[in-house]
């Protein structure tokens, strides 16, 4: 699929529609992102207004998806789209799906901000702290990269996505064996070091949620469903995007 595809139906309504649809996506994309850069910022400086803008953004983050699925609706039941128009709004909807699940990830670590403040203290005092900074920079990157690949419909940095992934799992586990390992010995409050794990998980999930994005921007512009293929067969299909 390219993006004239969306312009080039007998139905200026429905090229309309179409085009509409694919850039409320992007916007939608572009207020996660925002998101994930206040994260960062928030949980390295510790500044507690950013963290709270994050949590405002989630609400508009909602209502974006709230009118993605409007418009889908209204493209099925109004108008007659072919089969590539019926894979970007089904793959629109699962973008918006995740791209929602993204923000709520994001307010979990901005809690923690939000809670480390109360306690009069900085994330960077907990354990794990430094897998936190690495799983934001990595989960914000990942977003970036596949808006890039929805915003041309092209593939070529797709599939470095799912290494990505990979290696954001490692981080995951390390950083929640450091945390698991100060149970035990740490003197900061058990509740923080609990908000350390939740944050760390919510941070992991992002990045699940960007390869999530990867394989429907696949299926949109190839479809190819690739979210059951064995670990050879995937390697073998994506080596073939580059």
């Known amino acids: 699929m390219e993006r004239k595809e969306f312009k080039s139906h007998i139905s200026n ?3 309309q529609n179409l085009e509409g649809l694919f850039n409320q996506i992007l916007e939608m994309g572009g207020l996660v992102e925002r998101q994930l850069e206040h994260v960062i910022k ?3 400086s510790g500044d507690v207004a950013l963290a709270k803008e994050v949590l405002k953004l989630d609400k508009i983050i909602n209502r974006e998806e709230m009118e993605i699925d409007r418009q889908c609706a209204s493209v099925l039941a109004r108008q007659q789209p072919a089969a590539s128009d019926l894979r970007l709004i089904i793959m629109g909807i699962r973008i918006a799906i995740d791209l929602e699940r993204m923000g709520d990830e994001a307010v979990k670590v ?7 403040h109360s306690a009069k203290l900085q994330c960077s005092v907990l354990p794990g702290y430094k897998a936190l900074v ?3 920079i990595g989960g914000h990157a990942m977003l970036q990269k596949v808006l890039n690949a929805f915003s041309r419909l092209e593939l070529t940095e797709v599939s470095s996505v799912f290494a990505d992934e990979e290696s954001m799992d490692l981080v995951f586990k390390n950083g929640i064996q450091v945390v698991n390992d100060s149970f035990k ?3 900061l409050d058990a509740e923080l070091l609990l908000e350390m794990v939740n944050a760390l998980r919510a941070s992991e999930r992002v990045t699940d949620h960007s390869e ?6 696949i ?3 190839q479809g190819r469903d690739i979210r059951n293929m064995d670990s050879e067969k995937l390697q073998l299909f994506l080596s073939q995007l580059n």
Do not use: F, G, P, R
Request: net charge positive.
């Open 13 to 15: 309504q429905l090229n």
């Open 42 to 44: 928030a949980v390295q």
């Open 110 to 116: 901005a809690k923690l901000v939000i809670k480390m």
């Open 134 to 136: 690495a799983l934001t």
């Open 185 to 187: 010995d740490s003197k």
């Open 212 to 217: 999530n994005i990867a394989e429907s921007i």
């Open 219 to 221: 299926y949109l512009v």
